[in-house]
Nanobody
Framework: QVQLVESGGGLMQPGGSLRLSCAVS????????MGWYRQAPGKQRELVAV???????TYADSVKGRFTISRDSAKNTVYLQMNSLKPEDVAVYYC?????????WGKGTLVTVSE
């Protein structure tokens, strides 16, 4: 059974940094795509950043220049380095993986940005 386990969320002051990690287990196939989505209170889930098997990445406009996605394919792990955090980054961040045509989600990790 495929599982995605996130870690690294928490509380940070505005302007600070956090790094999220997500490890995929239970699959003999390497994910085609891995990435991160987030859902803020009262809002729909939205894409933050995704990365394909190569170096192709897609970022939400709101995080470009501040967040960086990276991937360790050998470990089936994806990371999200979040710098210059803003109050509007507060959300539950969900790890995402697509393996062939199936999609999988982590349970989410909360990121809070506050003084």
């Amino acid at each position: 059974q495929v599982q995605l386990v996130e870690s690294g969320g928490g509380l940070m002051q505005p302007g600070g940094s956090l790094r999220l990690s997500c490890a995929v287990s239970g699959s003999i196939l390497r994910p085609n795509t891995m990435g991160w989505y987030r859902q803020a209170p009262g809002k729909q889930r939205e894409l933050v950043a995704v990365m394909g098997n190569g170096i192709t990445t897609t970022y939400a406009d709101s995080v470009k220049g501040r967040f960086t996605i990276s991937r360790d394919s050998a470990k089936n792990t994806v990371y999200l380095q979040m710098n210059s955090l803003k109050p509007e980054d507060v959300a539950v961040y969900y790890c995402y993986a697509r393996i062939v045509s199936s999609e999988y989600w982590g349970k989410g990790t909360l990121v809070t940005v506050s003084e």
